[in-house]
């Protein structure tokens, strides 16, 4: 700092003037002010100029966040290739099929692996990523089984020398509707002896007079006319090895030997034999082997219905015979 001098005339000489309390205060201030600047300025030109260790691990860590974003973005695109693939061979099957359009399944529910609400906000962006890499991995998984599960189906139907009205895939009565489902196939307990016993078919709750329909095409191989066990039945045989039962009929409309088309009438829900109420005894097996029916209603059936009558045929414990 430059002195100031004044003139001192006892000396008749200049001396330099001695600096007061406030000086010494402003020089203080002023040469704290520009140290302070001078670091700023020095740690500035260090941070620009020289890279710390943490920020060349964060680096890397974006340049590895970017290639996976790449990747995963790849592997959308071909998840949503494949979809879309598999939407145009399921309709096709279903118009090969059923003459219509698949029905429209709405399935709320997402991936538990991927967090929702406040657990996305607190997460970790390298974890966001892993977890969304392995979503859509389990997708492209998913779609990858589900093109081999059409491509079973086209091959099985190609192989197969038969009509798709030849499968046993509507309800047997019209206006179907989940409470007029009992009991399916299984271990349920008999209305008269109250005993458990192997119940061979699926009750299907209907008033008397119902018309009963023929679920596929086919021939009349048996009919049965009785008062007692199933009561009045009706038997046809399909292509493809299947064949279906019809019991407790309060009227038969066809005969042994005749051929008959899908949703023609066989007759009548009725009480003969030993049933509980009028009912329709069902029974859908392929080569010899007893099937479920609740699974052959599918071309039939919405899917909410569908699901319903599963839920009620799978928990009635107890047949109607």
Request: charged residues 25%.
């Amino acid at each position: 700092m430059a002195k100031r001098y004044i003139f001192d005339r006892q000396q008749s000489a200049f001396v330099p003037k001695k600096p007061g309390v406030k000086g010494v205060l402003w020089a203080g201030v002023r040469y704290l002010l520009a140290s302070l600047f001078t670091a700023v300025l020095f740690y500035a030109v260090f941070a620009l100029a020289f890279d710390t260790d943490r920020e060349k691990l964060l680096e890397k860590e974006n340049r590895l966040l970017a290639a996976q974003r790449d990747s995963l973005t790849e592997a959308l695109s071909l998840v949503e290739g494949t979809v879309g693939n598999l939407r145009v061979r399921d309709r096709e099957i279903y118009n090969n099929i059923f003459n219509a359009d698949p029905p429209n399944y709405i399935v709320e529910a997402r991936d538990t692996l991927l967090p929702d609400g406040p657990e996305l906000a607190q997460q970790e962006e390298s974890d966001l990523v892993w977890d969304a890499f392995a979503v859509a991995s389990r997708a492209e998984s998913r779609a990858r089984q589900v093109s081999e599960w059409l491509s079973g189906i086209e091959q099985a139907f190609a192989a197969e020398d038969f009509s798709p009205e030849a499968i046993p895939s509507i309800a047997p009565v019209r206006n179907f509707s989940p409470i007029q489902t009992g009991a399916s196939v299984g271990k349920k307990v008999n209305p008269f002896y109250k005993n458990v016993r192997d119940h061979t078919g699926l009750d299907l709750v209907a008033p008397s007079g119902t018309e009963v329909l023929c679920s596929a095409d086919g021939k009349v191989v048996k009919v049965t006319r009785s008062e007692k066990g199933m009561g009045n039945t009706v038997t046809v045989e399909h292509a493809g090895g299947f064949r279906t039962f019809y019991a407790h009929l309060g009227k038969v409309s066809v005969s042994e030997g005749q051929a008959v088309r899908q949703g023609r009438v066989l007759g009548e829900v009725g009480q003969s034999g030993s049933t509980f109420a009028p009912c329709l005894h069902y029974e859908v097996l392929r080569d010899g082997i007893r099937q479920d029916p609740v699974n052959y209603f599918f071309a039939d059936l919405d899917p909410a219905t569908y699901r319903d009558m599963m839920i009620v045929a799978l928990t009635t414990g107890q047949s109607m015979d």
